[in-house]
């Protein structure tokens, strides 16, 4: 599989069954018994199952396809457009057909209350519903939206998803701190710094995710 593929692999208890983790950018793809596992502000993940073929896969996205990078740009899976192009044609390289391809999203939160002028979570939940429709495949289940992280399990040979909100004050703290940086960041890009947000992004929604699951 080419590109940032996940490769964080290890035994997770909870699951009892192997586990790979999924950071900010990355993706997916397998035919096994695994489930796939990341944590979610106003990231999403897509979560796609076809199970005539035993094939799964998901991916975790940043922003909403707005940025004029190509397929070959080192930032291009941090968008939307070339996350989800990613994931189907790897899916359907391996076997999976689009038209059974059954899609479960997540993500989108608002996990700072009275910061929405950048609309960050919302951006990426109308983003992936819009690219589903558009692209004709069928959605399943969805859990988007609202003001708390997630942290979202997806089993490759059953389709099913676990989804736990995080709530605890250790989580919720330093998901609103990371998240609070991830919007100061994003506006440096709305005056024309966007690549350098989106790396540091990267890097605070990785340390998220490593230190959530």
């Known amino acids: 599989m080419p590109g940032p593929v996940a490769t964080r692999h290890y035994f997770d208890r909870d699951f009892g069954r192997a586990a790979v983790k999924l950071l ?69 390289k391996a076997g999976a057909r689009r038209e059974r391809l059954q899609a479960k999203v997540f993500g989108g939160a608002a996990v700072l ?19 589903l429709q558009e692209q004709k495949i069928n959605l399943y289940a969805q859990d988007l939206g609202g003001n708390h992280a997630r942290r979202v399990g997806f089993m490759a040979d059953s389709g099913k998803v676990v ?26 890009a709305r005056a024309g710094a966007e690549r350098a947000a989106v790396a540091q992004l990267r890097d605070l929604e990785a340390r998220k995710a490593e230190a959530s699951l």
Do not use: I
Not at 54 to 59: D, H, K, T
């Open 113 to 131: 209350p009275g910061m929405p002028f950048l609309n960050v979570g919302d951006r990426n939940a109308e983003f992936v519903l819009r690219y």
């Open 163 to 188: 989804v736990r909100k995080l709530r605890a004050a250790q989580d919720v703290d330093q998901v609103q701190t990371q998240e609070a940086e991830l919007l100061r960041g994003l506006a440096a």
């Open 24 to 92: 900010p950018s990355e993706y997916y793809v397998t035919s096994q018994a695994t489930v796939m596992l990341t944590v979610l502000g106003s990231c999403v993940a897509a979560c796609l199952h076809d199970p005539l073929a035993g094939l799964a896969g998901m991916n975790h996205f940043m922003l909403p396809d707005e940025a004029q990078c190509g397929p070959g740009d080192p930032d291009a899976m941090r968008y939307g457009t070339h996350a989800m192009d990613t994931l189907v044609r790897e899916l359907v």
